[in-house]
């Protein structure tokens, strides 16, 4: 049978067209599909929540391909080997606490996890700005990143959702905006972003869990966003922080959710 280009055409309009209308309204938005992001939406769709990431790149992936200064290699520490496990990552022992996995492997898996768990991902679109009703953020204002490059200037559409996380990495992107609509509410100590601090691995690696939390209503932080909203250093190449972080994230939204909709 001869291939018809246009159905090839019509084929994927639907199938995209299916995918985004089921995701307009959902229980989360991420941004960004770094690890922390994709663990969340991994762990928030297996229980069931209804989960659109969305990632500025043409890749999900983050900083994560590039392991430490591009050897493909990351580092990862016991306590988060379950969720090397979970995602089927395979790992070896370098020495106690310290076992590593190849990053190409590694990012893999957390992309195809969060697929197959039903997160939908929706690559090459910017979150440029948020939902908020009255002060509290209710969804994302969406649009092509190849719009925000080109500096076109074309209107977003939006999405909404009960629960957004800032899972854009040293950018903390989402956080930024609120902070320039809403100056000085952010629910850090000096109300504003405290800034990403120098590298101090080990403290940074605990702090990415602590900062993994709400930083205005609606509105939580994960990975390295965590600790760049509230003033934690940065790590290198370590990656079980941010994966930690990512399930710390899933578990606090899976119990606002529930206690939301009693
Ligand atoms: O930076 P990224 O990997 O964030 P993460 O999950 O992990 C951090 C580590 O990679 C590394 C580290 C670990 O030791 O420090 O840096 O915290 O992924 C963030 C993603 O967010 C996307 C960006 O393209 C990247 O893939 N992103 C940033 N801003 C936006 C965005 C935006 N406004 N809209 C959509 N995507």
Redesign the pocket.
């Known amino acids: 049978m001869e291939l018809d280009e246009v159905v090839i055409t019509k084929a994927i309009v639907e199938r995209f067209w299916e995918k985004l209308t089921a995701h307009l309204v959902t229980d989360v938005a991420i ?9 969340a939406g991994h762990y928030l769709a297996k229980t069931g929540k209804k989960v659109i990431l ?4 043409l ?6 391909w590039g392991g430490g200064m591009l050897f493909n290699e ?1 580092v990862v520490q016991k306590t988060a080997l379950p969720i090397l496990e979970e995602f089927g990552i395979r790992y070896r022992m370098f020495q106690e606490n310290y076992y590593t996995a190849d990053s190409i492997e590694a990012i893999s898996c957390l992309i195809a996890g969060a697929v197959k768990s039903g997160v939908g991902i929706f690559n090459c ?4 700005d948020v939902v908020m009703r009255p002060s509290r953020v209710m969804g994302l204002v ?1 649009n092509w ?1 190849a719009v925000e490059m080109a500096h076109l200037h074309v209107d977003p559409l939006a999405v909404r959702a009960r629960f957004v996380i800032d ?5 903390t ?2 956080v930024r ?1 609120v902070q320039n609509k809403v100056p000085g509410k952010l629910k850090t100590p000096s109300g504003k972003i405290e800034g990403e601090k120098s590298m101090w691995s080990d403290k ?1 690696e605990t702090l990415t869990l602590k900062n993994t939390r709400e930083v205005f209503p609606g509105l939580y932080v ?6 760049a909203t509230f003033g934690g250093p ?6 079980g ?2 994966l930690l ?2 399930q710390k994230v899933a578990k606090l939204l899976s119990q606002a959710l529930t206690s939301r909709s009693k």
């Open positions: 941004v960004g599909g770094g690890p922390s992001g994709l663990v969305i990632e500025r790149k890749s999900c992936g983050g900083g994560m990351i679109v910017t979150a440029e969406l990143s899972a854009t990495g040293h950018e992107s989402v905006l940074a994960a990975g390295m966003a965590a600790n940065r790590m290198g190449a370590i990656f922080g941010m972080s990512g």
